[in-house]
Nanobody, 126 residues
Framework: QVQLVEAGGGLVLAGGSLRLSCVRSGRTFGMYAMGWFRQAPGKEREFVSAISWSATKTLYADSVKGRFTISRDNAKNTVYLQMNSLKPEDTAVYYC???????????????????WGQGTQVTVSS
């Protein structure tokens, strides 16, 4: 019954910015972590960023450190990914994911998530 819906993708020029959002609906009991993944054509899905329930812990892939910022608004059940200084190699379908944590707050290992969104296309043109 949990659904994740991403939004905010689009076409931008290299160096531009986009802000992705992902809203979780359905059952929400206890804490949950959220993350972002992406998949480019012909490539395996890769980890981008993740954030703990309290937002005190965040993780970023080396390829996006310093350019992307993950944040969340638990009152809105929403996670965001602010993407700056976009590069053509950032082009991919971006997926958000959620991991139920129960009573413990942590950042789960990549790919260890319970729910996934349908993805939003991000295209960066040089």
């Amino acid at each position: 019954q949990v659904q994740l819906v991403e939004a905010g993708g689009g076409l931008v020029l290299a160096g531009g910015s986009l802000r992705l959002s992902c809203v979780r609906s359905g059952r929400t009991f206890g804490m949950y972590a959220m993350g972002w993944f992406r998949q480019a054509p012909g490539k395996e899905r890769e980890f981008v960023s993740a954030i703990s329930w309290s937002a005190t812990k965040t993780l970023y892939a080396d390829s996006v450190k310093g350019r992307f910022t993950i944040s969340r608004d638990n009152a809105k059940n929403t996670v965001y990914l602010q993407m700056n200084s976009l590069k053509p190699e950032d082009t991919a379908v971006y997926y958000c994911a959620a991991k139920d944590l129960g009573i413990r707050d942590y950042v789960p290992l990549r790919e260890t998530y319970d729910y996934w969104g349908q993805g939003t296309q991000v295209t960066v043109s040089s």
